[in-house]
C-alpha cells in the first residue's frame, strides 16, 4: 500500500504530467495554425518601425536581458538557491548541499537535452523564415531535420525550458516566490513572442519540457529521501 505521502506526491505529478501533455497539445496547433500567422504580423509590424530581432541585439537592454540565456540560466541557479535556502531549518546542511548540486545537475541535464532537441528538430527561427531564399523553398513550419546550420535552433525554446524548470522548483517547495516568478515568466514567455525571437510553438515546447524534466527530477528527489 502506497503511504499517503506517496499518495499525494503521485497525485501532484499527474496534474503536471496533465499539464505537459497540454502544452504539447498547444504546441501542436500552435505550429500548424499560429507560429506562421503571429511571426508574419510582428514581422511586418515591427519593420513598419523599422525594427527588428537582430537590430535589437546590443541597443534594447530588455531585448538583452530577455535573450541572454547565459544572464537566465544564472538567473535560475540564483533563485534555486535562495528557494532551497527557505528551507534550511527543515533540511540538515548536508540535504540542502545535496539538494543544492541536485538542481544544479538537473540544469545541467536539461540543457543537454534542449541542444540535443534543438538539433534534431532543426527550427528555424523567425526572422530567417522571411529571408527571400528560405522562403522559395516552401518550408511552411520551418523544420529542417538534424540541421547544424546557424539560425535553425529555434525548438524548443531553452528559456522556457529553464524558467519553467525553475518555477516547478518553487512550487513544489512551497516557497514564497511563487507569484513573483510566476510573472517573471510571464514576462519572458511574452517577450521572447513578441520581439520575434521564438515562435509561440517554441516557447510552448520549451515550457512542456521544463514542466516534464523538472517532474520527473522532483520524483526521483522525494523517493530518495523517502
Same mark, same amino acid.
Given at each position: 500500500?502506497?503511504?499517503?505521502?506517496?499518495?499525494?506526491?503521485?497525485?501532484?505529478?499527474?496534474?503536471?504530467?496533465?499539464?505537459?501533455?497540454?502544452?504539447?497539445?498547444?504546441?501542436?496547433?500552435?505550429?500548424?495554425?499560429?507560429?506562421?500567422?503571429?511571426?508574419?504580423?510582428?514581422?511586418?509590424?515591427?519593420?513598419?518601425?523599422?525594427?527588428?530581432?537582430?537590430?535589437?541585439?546590443?541597443?534594447?537592454?530588455?531585448?538583452?536581458? @530577455?535573450? =541572454?540565456? &547565459?544572464? /537566465? #540560466?544564472?538567473?535560475? *541557479?540564483?533563485? $534555486?538557491?535562495?528557494?532551497? +535556502?527557505?528551507?534550511? !531549518?527543515?533540511?540538515?546542511?548536508?540535504?540542502?548541499?545535496?539538494?543544492?548540486?541536485?538542481?544544479?545537475?538537473?540544469?545541467?541535464?536539461?540543457?543537454?537535452?534542449?541542444?540535443?532537441?534543438?538539433?534534431?528538430?532543426?527550427?528555424?527561427?523567425?526572422?530567417?523564415?522571411?529571408?527571400?531564399?528560405?522562403?522559395?523553398?516552401?518550408?511552411?513550419?520551418?523544420?529542417?531535420?538534424?540541421?547544424?546550420?546557424?539560425?535553425?535552433?529555434?525548438?524548443?525554446?531553452?528559456?522556457?525550458?529553464?524558467?519553467?524548470?525553475?518555477?516547478?522548483?518553487?512550487?513544489? @517547495?512551497? =516557497?514564497? &516566490?511563487? /507569484? #513573483?516568478?510566476?510573472? *517573471?515568466?510571464? $514576462?519572458?514567455?511574452?517577450? +521572447?513572442?513578441?520581439? !520575434?525571437?521564438?515562435?509561440?510553438?517554441?516557447?510552448?515546447?520549451?515550457?512542456?519540457?521544463?514542466?516534464?524534466?523538472?517532474?520527473?527530477?522532483?520524483?526521483?528527489?522525494?523517493?530518495?529521501?523517502?
Amino acid at each position: 500500500m502506497l503511504s499517503s505521502k506517496q499518495n499525494k506526491l503521485a497525485f501532484h505529478l499527474m496534474n503536471y504530467i496533465k499539464l505537459t501533455l497540454g502544452l504539447i497539445c498547444l504546441t501542436l496547433f500552435a505550429i500548424l495554425f499560429l507560429d506562421k500567422l503571429i511571426a508574419l504580423w510582428l514581422n511586418e509590424h515591427l519593420h513598419h518601425h523599422n525594427i527588428n530581432a537582430t537590430s535589437l541585439k546590443g541597443v534594447s537592454w530588455l531585448y538583452d536581458v @530577455l535573450t =541572454s540565456e &547565459l544572464s /537566465l #540560466v544564472l538567473f535560475v *541557479l540564483v533563485i $534555486l538557491m535562495i528557494v532551497s +535556502l527557505e528551507f534550511r !531549518n527543515l533540511f540538515s546542511k548536508r540535504r540542502l548541499f545535496v539538494l543544492i548540486c541536485y538542481q544544479i545537475t538537473g540544469l545541467m541535464c536539461l540543457n543537454y537535452i534542449k541542444s540535443l532537441l534543438k538539433y534534431l528538430f532543426g527550427r528555424c527561427v523567425p526572422d530567417v523564415c522571411f529571408l527571400p531564399w528560405y522562403i522559395e523553398q516552401g518550408n511552411q513550419y520551418g523544420f529542417a531535420w538534424l540541421s547544424k546550420v546557424s539560425g535553425f535552433a529555434s525548438f524548443p525554446s531553452g528559456h522556457c525550458a529553464f524558467m519553467s524548470f525553475c518555477i516547478f522548483w518553487v512550487i513544489a @517547495l512551497r =516557497s514564497s &516566490l511563487r /507569484l #513573483v516568478m510566476s510573472c *517573471l515568466f510571464g $514576462l519572458l514567455f511574452c517577450g +521572447l513572442v513578441l520581439f !520575434n525571437y521564438h515562435f509561440l510553438g517554441d516557447c510552448l515546447a520549451g515550457s512542456a519540457l521544463g514542466v516534464l524534466f523538472a517532474s520527473c527530477c522532483y520524483w526521483l528527489w522525494c523517493r530518495a529521501i523517502d
